[in-house]
Every structure is written in structure tokens, then in C-alpha cells.
């Protein structure tokens, strides 16, 4: 079984500065099969980032994707008030079809 | 629209049962795999289940082996989820998600979920 860490927990900063986020597998994962979500208080998680570093439809381009192997990275190039929220890493098999999601990291305001 | 709007949560006691329901709109749901996926207060996502498109693939989470039942009706657009033995450790946020491409595994959309409370 896959599994992921997410760090850091909490990342704090400011808007218009630079967030990145490590997602990390147990054991590697194709990077066809890694994605990102998005969830804010009290609402569905969304899909931001899929096979690794494609960015889903209406997702900004501040948002991009990258990693290979183990080492999976989100990067916010420029943080907007909208994009503090929980982000969470999620890695899926093909058979047999199992999903994992990553415990998250929660970007809030410096 | 693209929708899913689940239904049936609410308050039930340890060792009861409960019924999820999850009407899909705006696309072919016969076409589409989906899934449960749960989320204590508080606390991260957890993948429950996973059924086909079909409905002839089936696969479960080991915290609910055994316990709980997916299901879906294509003529409806329904996905279901049937939850009996419930714990209190059941206790969460219930979102039904469509796996976006077939054969891929990312998540896209989602339901707004629906709360199921497990206590006495």
C-alpha cells in the first residue's frame, strides 16, 4: 500500500507570495497517476492539478504541478486571498482500483 | 451542468444501518466510473469505494470491508452506498465523486456531501 506525507502541515504566508508543497509516496508512483485538490472550509474538495502537472479546466495558472518518482510538487506562484485553503495529494492503482489522498497541507494567512 | 447531489445522511445509532444516495446529472453517468469518499470532522479524505461503470467492478477501503455496500442504478442515474454495522469512527462528511477519464483515477467533480452521524 502507497503511502503519502504531505508537508509542511501548515504553511503560512502572505498574498502575492510563493507557496510549495511537497507531496512524498512510500514508493514510486507514475506520475500519471498523481493529482491535487483544493478544499476550502466547508465545501468539496476540488480537482486542481492532474497526472502530476496538468492543470484541471478554470484553474489558474498560477497553480502548477511537478515531480517525478517519490517528490511531488504544488507550487502557488503568487498566493490570491482565494487560495488560502487545505490541499491535498492523491495517488490512485490501476487494479486494483485503489485511491490514497495525502493527510494535506493548509496554506493560511501570515 | 455536471452535477452530483448526495442524500440520506443524518443521525443513527452504533450498529445501525444507513443508506447514501447519489443522483448524477449533466452527463452519461452510465459511462463513468465513481466513487465514495469520506471525511471525518476535522480530519483529511479517506477513500471508502470504487464501482465501475458497469457496476461489475467493485472495490472497498479495509475500514469498510464487509460493512458496507456500493451500488449503482444507470437507469436512474443513482450511485448508492449502503452502510450497515456503523461505528462511530463512521462519522463523517459522505462525498460521491466521478472519476473524470476513464481509466484514470483523479476526481472530478464532486458532491457537496452528506453527513452521516453515528452516535447513541
Known amino acids: 500500500e502507497i503511502v503519502l506525507t504531505q508537508s509542511p502541515g501548515t504553511l503560512s504566508l502572505s498574498p502575492g507570495e510563493r507557496a510549495t508543497l511537497s507531496c512524498r509516496a512510500s514508493?514510486?508512483?507514475?506520475?500519471?497517476?498523481l493529482a491535487w485538490y483544493q478544499q476550502k472550509p466547508g465545501q468539496a474538495p476540488r480537482l486542481l492539478i492532474y497526472?502530476?502537472?496538468s492543470r484541471a479546466t478554470g484553474i489558474p495558472d498560477r497553480f502548477s504541478g511537478s515531480g517525478s518518482g517519490t517528490d511531488f510538487t504544488l507550487t502557488i506562484s503568487r498566493l490570491e486571498p482565494e487560495d488560502f485553503a487545505v490541499y491535498y495529494c492523491?495517488?490512485?492503482?490501476?487494479?486494483?482500483?485503489?485511491?490514497?489522498f495525502g493527510p494535506g497541507t493548509k496554506v493560511d494567512i501570515k | 451542468e455536471v452535477q452530483l447531489v448526495e442524500s440520506g445522511g443524518g443521525l443513527v445509532q452504533p450498529g445501525g444501518s444507513l443508506r447514501l444516495s447519489c443522483a448524477a446529472s449533466?452527463?452519461?453517468?452510465?459511462?463513468?466510473?465513481m466513487n465514495w469518499v469520506r471525511q471525518a470532522p476535522g480530519k483529511g479524505l479517506e477513500w471508502v469505494s470504487y464501482?465501475?461503470?458497469?457496476?461489475?467492478?467493485?472495490y472497498y477501503a479495509d475500514s469498510v470491508k464487509g460493512r458496507f455496500t456500493i451500488s449503482r442504478d444507470n437507469a436512474k442515474n443513482s450511485l448508492y452506498l449502503q452502510m450497515n454495522s456503523l461505528r462511530a469512527e463512521d462519522t463523517a462528511v459522505y462525498y460521491c465523486?466521478?472519476?473524470?477519464?476513464?481509466?484514470?483515477?483523479?476526481?472530478?467533480?464532486w458532491g457537496q456531501g452528506t453527513l452521516v452521524t453515528v452516535s447513541s
Open positions: 449533466g452527463f452519461t453517468f452510465s459511462s463513468y466510473e
Open positions: 465523486a466521478r472519476i473524470a477519464v476513464a481509466g484514470t483515477g483523479w476526481f472530478d467533480p
Open positions: 514508493q514510486s508512483v507514475s506520475s500519471s497517476y
Open positions: 497526472g502530476a502537472s
Open positions: 492523491q495517488q490512485y492503482g490501476s487494479s486494483p482500483r485503489v485511491f490514497t
Open positions: 464501482i465501475s461503470s458497469s457496476g461489475s467492478t467493485i
